[in-house]
């Protein structure tokens, strides 16, 4: 077997591990102290802290970054001495252009903010604003430097760093609220983030220049005789993904513009609330193996070595066959869990109101919601230009369905009409992805969608019936805690017994997602 052929069918299983590690910690550290943060913030300040400011930030973050990290992912950086520097040199050049864009971006997002909601520089709300939009600036001052270290896979870093990062936003953020009580929240929330940016950047700035094989100059690599000497290829396939970004953006974060828009710091706070709850296994689980998956794929699909067609396919169905069996797992279980997990984490006051709802159709939205990230990370992996300009007019058309279903769907079920409406965008996804695919491997056996289905999903159909009878039958919400033993013993009985048939009927399948190699970074 070919180096090459080694390479490819290791990298997935090495890269998803260390990136599952980055998003346990960096996702679990604040799971933790969102359960505290809930219980000592009004509804109002809540909204502030997990919907509003985060989306600003995320916004700016996004559209200045996102286009840059895709595109220089399928560069190359040789590890052959000389050429290394130079081509790290030749990304770098592209890199660094997340900071003007992202320096207009953030200034315009500032200003866009204080006129849209008539704010004076001496609000509070205000100061906040201008305070992240500090701390993004900061956090792309790294930006180049990220880029460079995940094409090296330097994944290690970025578990660290990353870490580092969350504790500190969340240790600045609880000493805030616990000692400086009298303090505005939202320049609480705004500090806490500076603290994260501070982090990032001392940590990869840190290590490249005290630990890396890179001199000042190739980190920042312009000088007056050459300042327009650049890969203009990389550059033009970074501006094609900035522009699907803004799309993408429309997608990903539309319910929480149309959210901040048209509805009460209420319902902003019961959907801050469920997205950060149930989107936890997506953000721990589905966001790294979609990094993974699409690093992989863009690899493979750029190399040659023997049986190429094959080996992407097989990927791929191992990939999809992964994230749907975690997401019908989900779907079987979460539902009639969902009241009793909102009550346990947050209390009484959020479980009988909307949020326990509102994570259960969630829990159906995730299995849709893990299908799209893995399908378009193999169209974005592998996809031509003109494939990825034909791919970027179909997001805009998916934009403005997915933006008009959200304002009808708000208005007639509030945060659940919002899941509802994420839910019909994905599926449009989902059927423009598989389109894709059936092209790629038409006239080829290499793949089958009906090999991406687990065996023994029917029986994770019959738990779901069960553990919703159970939840009907024994839970009652007076008496809690006595009657949530026997329901949750139900489920766990159905969870075992699920898990040994699923085991059984794909032995060979879960022996290789267990069985990572070891390597060095």
């Known amino acids: 077997m070919s180096r090459a052929l080694v390479d490819h069918s290791t ?17 679990g550290i604040p799971f933790v102290f969102n359960s505290w943060i809930v219980r000592h913030l009004t509804e109002a300040d809540y909204a502030i802290y997990a919907v509003q400011f ?3 930030v995320t916004c700016v973050l996004f559209l200045s970054r996102e286009g840059f990290r895709r595109a220089c992912m399928r560069a190359d950086i040789k590890c052959d001495g000389a050429s290394r520097e130079e081509n790290a040199a030749k990304l770098l050049k592209v890199a660094w252009l997340t900071l003007p864009l992202g ?15 008539g704010l004076s520089y001496s609000n509070p709300y205000a100061q906040a604003i201008f305070i992240n939009g500090f701390a993004c ?4 001052l790294a930006e180049p430097l990220y880029i460079l270290s995940q094409n090296l896979l330097l994944l290690r870093l970025r578990l660290v760093v990353e870490t580092v990062a969350t504790f500190s936003r969340c240790f600045t953020m609880c000493i805030l609220i616990v000692k400086q009580y009298e303090m505005e929240k939202g320049i609480v929330f705004a500090l806490s983030q500076v603290a994260y940016a501070a982090s990032l950047f001392l940590g990869y700035w840190g290590y490249f220049l005290l630990f890396g094989a890179f001199k000042t100059s190739d980190l920042f690599p312009f000088r007056l005789g050459n300042m327009m000497s650049y890969d203009k290829q ?3 396939m970074c501006t094609l993904f900035t522009f699907q970004s803004f799309r993408k953006l429309l997608l990903q974060e539309g319910e929480k513009m149309v959210l901040v828009w048209l509805d009460t710091p209420y319902n902003q706070a019961v959907y801050g609330l469920v997205d950060k709850l149930g989107s936890l296994v997506v953000r721990m689980v589905f966001l790294p193996f979609e990094e993974s998956s699409y690093a992989t ?5 750029s190399g040659h070595y023997p049986q190429k067609s094959k080996k992407i396919g097989n990927s791929l169905a191992e990939a999809l ?10 779907m079987a279980f979460g539902p009639s869990y969902s009241y009793s997990l909102v009550r346990l ?13 509102a994570l259960r159709y969630y829990c159906l939205y995730v299995v849709v919601l893990a299908m799209n990230g893995t399908s378009e990370a193999f169209l974005h992996g592998v996809a031509t230009e003109d494939q990825l300009k034909r791919s970027n007019d179909s997001l805009l058309v998916f934009s403005v369905i997915y933006i008009v279903m959200n304002v009808i769907l708000i208005q007639s079920a509030g945060s659940v009409g919002l899941i509802l409406a994420n839910s019909l965008n994905m599926i449009l996804r989902i059927i423009y992805s598989a389109i894709f695919i059936k092209h790629y491997f038409q006239g080829s056996t290499s793949f089958s969608f009906r090999s991406c289905l687990p065996s023994g999903w029917p029986i994770l159909l019959v738990s779901g019936v069960t553990t919703l009878f159970s939840e009907r039958i024994f839970l009652d919400r007076q008496d809690f805690w006595a009657t949530f033993l026997i329901h949750f013993s139900v489920g766990l009985t159905c969870f075992c017994i699920s898990s040994i048939v699923i085991y059984r009927r794909e032995r060979s399948f879960i022996y290789k997602i267990i069985r990572f190699r070891d390597h060095k970074d």
């Open 11 to 27: 990298s997935l299983s090495r890269t998803f591990k260390y990136l599952l590690a980055t998003q346990f910690l960096s996702r």
């Open 54 to 56: 985060h989306l600003f």
């Open 103 to 117: 320096i207009f971006i953030t200034i315009g997002a500032c200003f866009f903010v204080l006129w849209w909601q």
């Open 137 to 140: 600036v900061l956090e792309l």
């Open 234 to 236: 990389l550059a033009n």
């Open 297 to 301: 794929f863009a690899r493979s699909a």
């Open 321 to 330: 066959k992964l994230v749907l069996l975690i997401g019908l797992v989900f």
């Open 345 to 357: 984490l947050y209390g009484q006051k959020w479980s009988d109101g909307e949020a326990s709802t």
